[in-house]
Structure formats: C-alpha cells, structure tokens
C-alpha cells in the first residue's frame, strides 16, 4: 500500500509531514511518497537529521497557496504538489491521500481529479468529534456551502458506512441537524431531507440540536456545509475555552495544584479525547479512493495519525460499503 501525502501543505511543512511520514513508514508497514519540491524536501530533512531512506519522493515544482481560487489545482497550477499527489492517486500510483493544505482545492481537485463515487452528487468533509459517549461524526463540515436534500442523505449514507467500517460502530445512529427535535422544524431543505432520510438504508433517529451532539446522542450528524461548518468551529472554540479554564483553574492555588496532581492522569485522558491531532484528519466522503484532509496547523502526531486513518480507509472498504447502499436506494426507488 501506498500512501501519498502533500509535503508542502499546512502551515508546519514540509518538517512536520516528514517527521510524520517517518513515524508512520516504520509504525504501520506502507509505503509513503512524499510530493513536493525534491530538494527542499531533502534539504530539511538532512537539516533536522531525519533518515528518509525508505521514502519515495515525488517532485513537484509549486504549492498551492491558501489564497488562492481552489480552481487553480485544476488550471494554473497543475504542477503544484497538491494536484500532482492526486493526479497519483487517480493513476492508481498511490493507495489513499493526504493534505494538510488548501481545503477548497482539496475538494476541488479530489472532484475533478480523483473523481466522485458513481452516483455521489458531491463529496463531503466528515470530522470526528469527541463527545461524552463514543465520538460522532459531523458531515459535510465545509465542503459544500449549498445543498439539496439527496446530497445531505447521501451524506448520512456515506458517514454510516464510515462509522461502521472505521470505528466498528454497529448501526451508527444517523440524525439530521436542525433547530428542533420535531418533525415540522426547519427550513425546506431540512423538511424535505427529513422525509427522504425515514426511507434511506440507515439507521435515522430523527433530527438533533446542535447541543446535543456533545453529549453523544447521535453517531452521525448530517448537515449542509455552511451550518456545518459554523457548529465544527464553535466546536473547536468551545474546546480550547474549556482547556483554557481548567488550566487557570488548576494553576489558581497551592491546593489546586496539589489537586491536579492527583487527577493529572484523568486530565490527560481528557486532553487526549479532544485532540484533533488524534484522529488524524478529515475523510473527504464521497470521491472515488480515500482523501483525508488534515487540519492546516497539523503537526507530526497529527500526520502519523492521517497516515493511520488513510490505511484504515483503505483496507476496510468504506467506498464499496457506500456504492452498495447507493445501489440499494436506486433498485428500491425504481
């Protein structure tokens, strides 16, 4: 197996993918080639003493910058890392890919390059996230602003074939977010996604409110990009407001410190469960081979843990699963 990871994309690299991409090699037994310009590639890593004899290196001359229109990965800028290390996959040089970088030309290129699952009107961003049971996985978290209703319960049919595969979750519970638990709430978009997801091959619990998902009550979360994205980001907000508090909280006295050395083990577990770095990255569901997209401030850990996800991915067939369930709902449709 062969997984290609972006060197230049994120604010950390190439370093941080390298270190990655080192770990990862030896840790889990695939091969990994690195794409990007060759000799700052092996600039850095004899600067910063990494052997990177057992990887392979794919130069590419540009990097697409985050400022840049997404369509440029499919125009002018064919030549930069992000376009090339998906040109591979297509080719079927490569297994699975991982990028750090621009995630509108993430989306894009995986699109046009790699190409959708037959039937998949668009692919969609699907990220963890830590809840107080086991984690739940909101989609599409910002790939698609806009969307129809037979977009948002393909989106419940390829986060259950996901959940299923990956994390071993037997009927993941699919809900559909909204501002109310009744049947009558929401927008048309919602209504009319609401009746088309009671007849999908999934197990649909009803609708959820955005503060129910950290307490874990549902195993999926479907929502358009835009509000998606808007929950993964307060999310993340909410996160690092809690983190920040327990700190000064444990920091605020000698008895506080003295009680957070007795808890530092539960304290760690804690921080370890609202990592994002743990989890590695962001599938992006829906396109024809594995695409995981890793969070732009990605550090090494973070890397190992997307070539982890790619190679899981990869071997527990989550795209066949998805094409089966597509295939099921289009007989049973007529």
């Known amino acids: 197996m062969n997984i290609v990871m972006d060197a230049f994309g994120g604010d950390n690299a190439p370093l941080e993918v390298i270190k990655g991409a080192v770990d990862a090699q030896r840790d889990f037994g695939v091969d990994i080639t690195l794409v990007g310009d060759e000799k700052k590639i092996k600039d850095c890593a004899k600067k ?70 037959k039937g998949i009107k668009r692919p969609a961003l699907a990220t963890v996230l830590p809840t107080a049971g086991k984690p739940t996985m909101l989609l599409d ?37 909204n501002i109310g638990a009744e049947e009558s709430k929401g927008r048309e978009l919602e209504l009319e996604t609401y009746k088309q997801l009671k007849t999908a091959p999934v197990n649909f619990v009803g609708n959820i409110e955005a503060r129910q998902l950290p307490l874990g009550d549902c195993d999926v979360c479907v929502a358009d990009g835009f509000c998606g994205n808007l929950m993964l980001k307060l999310y993340e907000g909410m996160g690092k407001f809690f983190s920040g508090e327990l700190k000064s909280i444990f920091k605020s006295s000698t008895k506080s410190k003295l009680a957070a050395v007795m808890v530092m083990k539960d304290i760690n577990n804690f921080k370890k469960k609202v990592d994002y770095s743990e989890y590695g990255g962001a599938p992006l569901l829906g396109t024809a081979k594995p695409v995981i997209k890793a969070h732009g401030s990605s550090d090494a850990k973070a890397f190992y843990n997307a070539v982890r996800q790619a190679k899981q991915f990869t071997e527990t067939g989550v795209i066949d699963t998805i094409t089966a369930a597509l295939e099921q709902m289009k007989k049973e449709n007529g």
């Open 141 to 177: 978290s910002g790939a698609n602003a806009d969307c129809r209703p037979e977009m948002l319960v393909q989106f419940g049919i390829m986060g259950s074939a996901y959940m299923n595969k990956i994390l071993n979750v037997d009927k993941p519970r699919v809900a559909l977010a």
């Open 48 to 117: 910063n003493s990494l052997d990177i004899s057992a990887l392979k290196i794919k130069h590419a001359d540009t990097v697409i910058e985050i400022c840049e229109e997404p369509t440029e990965v499919i125009k002018g800028k064919k030549d930069c890392s992000m376009a090339v290390g998906m040109q591979m996959l297509a080719d079927g040089e490569g297994d699975a890919f991982v990028s750090a970088g621009s995630t509108g030309a993430l989306v894009v290129g995986a699109t046009f390059i790699v190409k959708r699952i």
